[in-house]
């Protein structure tokens, strides 16, 4: 009976989220029903529960996690400064005159921002605001323009600064710990959130490749979908200029410290959040209110974030204490094809519970079972952690419960049916996957820039 705890664990929370209780609380209801149970049966060891309270004080006392609400509040803070709005309609004006301009002017802003804030949602709003409705009106396809939003709004997600590379990268340094406990062997590499960071970085700028091709194709071939390109306004080079510098000196400044080794994540985080406040201001819209409204937000978004954390860190201790570890191990390692099926087994199955689970849910209940496993059949860490953001991604795009659906659904038009947005996204997953098995054949294109 023990030996299928584990999975009744899973079972009972994936169907516990579907149905849509709160995530933080459903993880750690579900860890403490199913450890009740096990004491009163005898099948689960207590003492394990009395090593909770040292795993919260390691997750308060993890300086790596001080970068989420650092990110979070950068990403808000340029937001509110209507960076975005000018941006954008600068470089619209600039690629105008190209097939499919308006649509590469999102994909290129929507690159910058994701470089420059890290947040999907914020993203997402804010471009569906601003572009969707000049799209619609010059004749864009709604699902093309929909879709190219959603899926341009998701960069956030592999283009550092990424919270969820910050999260990917703490979950993964543990795992990679564990797996050196459990094979008794000592190796002094660490993985941390800037390696995570160094080899995002070819990814990222493939995926905005993919997207730039996609849209500069249906330009070209299918005017039914994007409208042949009109006359446009003239932009002055200085103006485009004076739009970009801010975006690219604050991209800068947090990357650049990374890649050059002078500042950690963290202390870039820092750098980023004070240098937001500071374009917010020279652009006169820091306000007290405002600053009060960023700061409201930036809370919400953390607390959210390290309640699940809390929850998913008592759900792993009972998985484990239950054999769940023992249990994924021997699974992988009777698995045909050893290593290359195991990889395949986990990013299915990633990607499958991207459809009903969000990326957090997914980062901090399944990486922290199925990493170590992986790390101990000699997978890179690194490729790993890139591997699974990626897949992770398509979580905001995929039906019916990804997160860019719902941000944009609920910022355009009436006119736009849902089943307009689910269509438009479909090409973009695709590119996502085809990035995927790139990066399968060739994780030279993640481990090449390594800092190690």
Not at 73 to 102: I, Q, T, W
Not at 249 to 276: D, F, K, Q
Request: net charge neutral; glycine share 10%; aromatic share 10%.
């Amino acid at each position: 009976m023990i030996e299928l705890m584990p999975l009744w664990m899973f079972a009972v929370i994936c169907l516990a989220l579907m149905i849509g209780y709160p995530v933080a609380f459903t993880l750690a209801g579900v860890a403490l029903i199913f450890a009740g149970f096990g004491i009163v049966t005898g099948i689960f060891d207590a003492n394990l529960l009395k090593t909770f309270p040292s795993r919260l004080y390691g997750i308060i006392n993890n300086y790596t996690l001080v970068a989420v609400p650092l990110f979070v509040f950068m990403g808000v803070m340029l937001e509110k400064s209507r960076l975005a709005e000018e941006l954008l309609e600068n470089m619209s004006k600039a690629c105008g005159r190209m097939p499919g301009g308006l649509g590469i002017s999102v994909v290129l802003v929507g690159a910058l921002l994701a470089a420059s804030t890290g947040i999907v949602g914020a993203t997402v709003v804010t471009m569906g605001l601003i572009s969707l409705p000049t799209m619609l009106r010059r004749g864009y396809s709604p699902a093309f323009a929909t879709g190219t939003l959603c899926a341009t709004g998701t960069l956030g997600q592999i283009i550092p600064p990424s919270i969820a590379l910050v999260l990917l990268g703490d979950v993964l340094s543990s795992a990679y710990q564990q797996a050196q406990l459990s094979q008794h062997i000592y190796n002094p590499r660490t993985i941390s959130v800037g390696d995570l960071f160094v080899a995002a970085i070819i990814p990222g700028l493939m995926l905005v490749v993919f997207y730039l091709a996609y849209v500069i194709f249906c330009g070209r071939f299918r005017p039914s979908l994007v409208p042949p390109a009109i006359t446009e306004e003239r932009v002055a080079p200085l103006r485009l200029l004076a739009s970009l510098l801010p975006v690219l000196l604050l991209i800068a400044l947090v990357l650049g410290s990374i890649l050059t080794g002078s500042a950690t994540p963290t202390e870039a985080a820092g750098v980023g959040a004070l240098g937001a406040s500071l374009l917010a201001l020279w652009k006169r819209q820091l306000t007290m209110s405002r600053l009060l409204e960023v700061m409201r937000s930036t809370t919400r978004v953390s607390a959210m974030i390290f309640t699940i954390l809390i929850g998913a860190s008592l759900f792993s201790l009972v998985f484990r204490g239950f054999g769940g570890e023992e249990l994924v191990h021997t699974f992988f390692s009777q698995l045909p094809g050893g290593v290359f099926t195991a990889m395949l087994v986990v990013m299915v199955m990633i990607f499958v519970l991207g459809f009903i689970l969000d990326f957090i849910e997914i980062t901090f209940v399944v990486v922290p079972i199925v990493a170590p496993v992986l790390m101990m059949m000699g997978v890179d860490p690194i490729w790993l952690g890139i591997m699974i953001a990626v897949n992770l991604q398509t979580s905001f795009l995929t039906p019916p419960f990804g997160f860019a659906l719902f941000y944009l659904r609920g910022v355009a038009p009436a006119s736009v049916p849902t089943g307009a947005i689910y269509r438009g996204v479909f090409p973009f997953i695709v590119m996502q996957l085809l990035l995927l098995v790139v990066l399968a054949i060739w994780p030279e294109l993640v481990t090449g820039l390594s800092l190690q």
